[in-house]
Nanobody, 119 residues
Framework: QVQLLESGGGLVQAGGSLRLSCAASGIIFSRYAMGWYRQAPGKQRELVASITSGGSTNYADSVKGRFTISRDNAKNTVYLQMNSLKPEDTAVYYC?????????????WGQGTQVTVSS
């Protein structure tokens, strides 16, 4: 049974920082690309940052220079360090694990963690 458990969300003032964590179980974590997505009220879910199994990273333009994604394969955990937070970063943040194997797409989601940035 695959589980992705996010933690670290909360309420923070603009300019502050938060660190999200996503602990994975039930998968061979090191072989999965991991991502953080977010969904604000009334908006579509969007990619925030991703990291491949090899450690290559990708960021949405809106968070470049402020957010950093990293992974610890020994702990089966992916992190999202969020600095210089803005009110527009307010959303539910979701962890995603993805792998394509023999033409099959394995895609898993966490339950989400709320991040609220006050102005």
């Amino acid at each position: 049974q695959v589980q992705l458990l996010e933690s670290g969300g909360g309420l923070v003032q603009a300019g502050g920082s938060l660190r999200l964590s996503c602990a994975a179980s039930g998968i061979i974590f090191s072989r999965y690309a991991m991502g953080w997505y977010r969904q604000a009220p009334g908006k579509q879910r969007e990619l925030v940052a991703s990291i491949t199994s090899g450690g290559s990273t990708n960021y949405a333009d809106s968070v470049k220079g402020r957010f950093t994604i990293s992974r610890d394969n020994a702990k089966n955990t992916v992190y999202l360090q969020m600095n210089s937070l803005k009110p527009e970063d307010t959303a539910v943040y979701y962890c995603n694990a993805n792998r394509v194997l023999v033409g099959l797409n394995y895609d898993y989601w966490g339950q989400g963690t709320q991040v609220t940035v006050s102005s």
